[in-house]
């Protein structure tokens, strides 16, 4: 398995489905990275969970 798992999550500002590339080999982390349709900055909580599946949450960085 890659360490590097594309994931999918809606935009919190323009509700828009993206995809961001997750690094799996850490656990727990959380980064800013922009929307690829409306360019504005999100949160991106991520956990891996112990089979190696990231589970991605994107928050509006205002929130
Ligand atoms: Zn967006």
Redesign the pocket.
Same mark, same amino acid.
């Given at each position: 398995m890659s360490l590097l798992e594309e994931c999918f999550l809606d @935009?919190p500002? /323009?509700g828009?489905s993206i995809s961001v590339l997750v690094d799996c080999s850490c656990e727990e982390q959380t980064y800013i990275e922009d @929307?690829q349709? /409306?360019c504005?900055p999100m949160v991106l909580h991520v956990n891996v969970d112990e089979q190696g599946y990231p589970a991605v949450y994107a928050q509006g960085e205002d929130e």
């Open positions: @935009c500002y /323009c828009e @929307c349709v /409306c504005r």
